[in-house]
């Protein structure tokens, strides 16, 4: 079962990347605007990685792969 704290700190960014996502586009700067959802896409991958790391390990554990 994943950790509820990273459920609330993807959701945590989502919200501020999706704010400052609206601001820089409503500024005129569309092309900031997509590199900061860019960001935030990567930074919650990164997160997530950690994650497919652990299940991949428990599954080659489970299953005694090598």
């Known amino acids: ?3 509820t ?3 609330f700190k993807i959701a945590g960014l989502a919200i501020i990347v999706s704010v400052l996502h609206a601001v ?3 500024a005129g700067k569309e092309e ?3 590199l900061i959802t860019l960001t935030g896409v990567i930074i919650v991958l ?3 990685m950690g ?3 652990d299940f991949f390990q428990a599954v080659k554990s489970t299953f005694h792969l090598p």
């Open 51 to 53: 994650l497919v790391a």
């Open 32 to 34: 900031y605007a997509w």
């Open 5 to 7: 704290d990273l459920i």
């Open 24 to 26: 820089v586009k409503q």
């Open 1 to 3: 079962m994943p950790n």
């Open 46 to 48: 990164s997160m997530v």
